[in-house]
Structure formats: C-alpha cells, structure tokens
C-alpha cells in the first residue's frame, strides 16, 4: 500500500518494488498528488512495468547510444543510413528529451517541421519511423511505458513525381560530357537497369560474355574502408541479367583503353582506387544538369530508362521485376506501372471477342 510522508514543504510517495524493495519519489506539492502517484507505481508493478527511474528516465541519446545500436544486425549501409537520419534530424530534435516526455503531438509538429525544410514525404517517412523503431524497442524492454506512436495511424508516404525516363539522346549526352574513362558507367547503367551501387561494384569477373549475361552479386560499399557492401538491397537482387552485344563491344573497349580497377572492378577513380557512389554521382549530376535535367534526378534515372525502354519494347512485367531485382511484383506494378501503354481498348475487344465466339444467338442484346 502506497504511504505518503512530508519533508519541509514537499510531499514524498513511498511504495514497494516487485523485489519487496521500498522505493520512494519526491517534491509533490499536495498530499495527495504523492499518494496518487505511489498507487500508480503499484499499479504498474502488478502490471509487471517497469518503474526504476534509472531506466525510465533515459534521454533517447543515452537509449540509442547505451542499448539501440548494440541490437542492430542490418547491413553496413543501413547502419549508415540510420547514423545520418540520427544525426542530422532526430537526435536534434529529441536527443536530450527523456523517451516518456516525448508525446505524440511533440512527433507531429517535428514531421510538419521536416516536410517544411524541403524534405520529401518519403525522406520523411524514413525518419519518422526511425524513431517509432527506438521507441518501440524501448517500450518491448521496459525502458518506456507506452509509445507516443500507439494509436497513430500513419499513411505511407507517396511518390513526389511518377518516373520520367530519359531519352537516348538525352542519356548520350551525360555520357560525352564525362570524362572519356567514366562514360562506361553510363552506359552500364542504360543497358543493365543496375542500381547505382551494383554499377560501381561490377567486376570483369561477373561478366560472361560467350553466355551474354551478367551475374548481380555485388555493390560498391560507402565504407571506404571496404571494396563491397556485405548483401545486396534484398534476396531478389542476387540474379543474372542478360549482357547486350552493344554494351558488351563497349566494355571490351573500355578495358583495353583504361584497364580494370581494384579487385577487377570495371570502374576506377583518378587514381586508380575505388570509384565510390559520392563521386561518381556527383559526376554524373554535373553532366545532367548541363542538359537540363532537374535537381534531385541523379544516376538512378539510367534504371529507369532501361525499364521504360524494355518495356516499350514489349517486356511483361514479370520479366522486369526480375531484371531489375525486385522482392515483389507490386514494388515494380508502382514504380514503373504507368509507363505501360494503356491497353484498356484492346482489353474491351478481347471481351467482344470472346462473347461473340461464345454467344448461342447470333447477337448479344441488353436486358431491360
């Protein structure tokens, strides 16, 4: 049973942990706000919460540095993506916030914050959820009650502009405007549909050119201490595309006139290291942008325009999910659905087709 005893001016709540150990809270102006609040205490021991201050009074800084990070098991580039989102936006904002002070509404005006600094909707939605994962791990181990996310219906974050591919000409352009020994990268990029990383990681080794294909297997790491990410994107990207003879004649020459990087890769920087996706990307948005192309749209226009290119050349989208290495059909379906001719005529005439083949009188007639 709660007690409640006074010292000078203040008020103090005594109660029993779980252990039979007493534990005790002061500074409450009224007898009675410490008697409610020793009872809550009980309440939430009987409930099997949680209540040493130690633990339920972390700031989300010493969470994720003393418990968060030590339970990640992603990939290194993840752990990248999740050390900047950290940095520069949540730690910020919350670092020093103890986690039970943080309310719900305290989360939506960071988000109204975020979008009006410029972010996208969906660079938004990647941090918001960073930190519902933190809190939802302190909340399943007891540092933290109840999440200011519970009962918070969150929509997914919608694509800011449909895909726009490039033209041939545009894509000929960007690669001119390189340097002679990094317009092969351009290339790459139109003729495989490759992401940006799989392009800087790609090896003479993954290349068979008598079976014309290309084994997926590798990215270029951001770590520099690293040649490789440890995985790929997903599962699905682990695959073998084909190698067009065009794209074939260009890396043959492209050898013979600059030879490989380390480790056999196709790329190299100026000094014969590792090209990393940074540089690289920054060389390919000088190039863009010199023939217009808008701000925001880098390397991965190249696999966009290898998509809508198969796809105007009669590939199903099956196939092309598993070109470009997508988990699920519906990942491609909204990338990349509405750059299918839009075929709803054809479709009707297909069903005139069948009810006429099918029909036991000569014309159908509508029933009244």
């Not at 297997?217 to 770590?223: E, F, N, V």
């Not at 073998?240 to 790329?267: D, K, M, V, W, Y």
């Amino acid at each position: 049973m709660a007690t409640v005893r006074s010292r000078g001016k203040f008020f103090y709540a005594r109660w029993r942990e779980k252990d039979g150990s007493s534990a005790e809270k002061g500074g409450f102006v009224t007898a009675k706000e410490a008697k409610q609040y020793g009872e809550e205490q009980e309440a939430l021991i009987r409930a099997g919460k949680n209540t040493k201050p130690s633990t339920l009074n972390l700031t989300v800084f010493q969470f994720v540095t003393t418990v968060w990070q030590k339970t990640l098991d992603v990939r290194d580039q993840t752990k990248l993506d999740y050390e900047r989102s950290l940095n520069s936006h949540i730690l910020p904002k919350f670092g020093v916030v103890p986690m039970k002070d943080i309310k719900q509404v305290d989360i939506k005006i960071w988000q109204v914050e975020l979008k009006n600094s410029g972010l996208s909707e969906r660079t938004v939605e990647k941090h918001i959820n960073l930190l519902a994962s933190i809190l939802k791990l302190a909340v399943e181990n007891q540092y933290l009650h109840n999440s200011p996310f519970t009962g918070w219906k969150r929509g997914k974050a919608q694509k800011r502009n449909k895909v726009v591919p490039l033209t041939f000409q545009q894509v000929t352009a960007i690669a001119n405007g390189l340097m002679p020994q990094y317009r092969i990268m351009v290339w790459i990029g139109y003729f495989t549909g490759m992401r940006p990383s799989e392009v800087l990681g790609l090896t003479w080794a993954q290349i068979d050119f008598d079976n014309e294909e290309i084994e997926v297997k590798h990215q270029i790491s951001r770590d520099t201490s690293k040649v490789y990410e440890k995985y790929l994107k997903t599962e699905a990207s682990y695959r073998t595309i084909g190698l067009s003879q065009e794209l074939a004649g260009l890396l043959r020459a492209h050898q013979a006139q600059f030879g490989l990087g380390p480790n056999g890769l196709i790329l190299k920087n100026r000094l014969g290291g590792v090209l990393r996706y940074p540089d690289a990307a920054s060389m390919f948005r000088k190039s863009a942008r010199a023939i217009g192309m808008k701000e925001g749209e880098g390397m991965h226009q190249l696999r966009h325009t290898c998509v809508s290119t198969l796809i105007a050349e009669g590939g199903n989208m099956k196939e092309i999910q598993g070109w470009v290495g997508h988990s699920t059909i519906t990942e491609t379906m909204d990338t990349y659905g509405h750059l299918f001719p839009n075929s709803m005529g054809a479709l009707s005439k297909k069903l005139d087709k069948h009810a006429k083949q099918n029909a036991t009188t000569p014309t159908l007639r509508a029933v009244n």
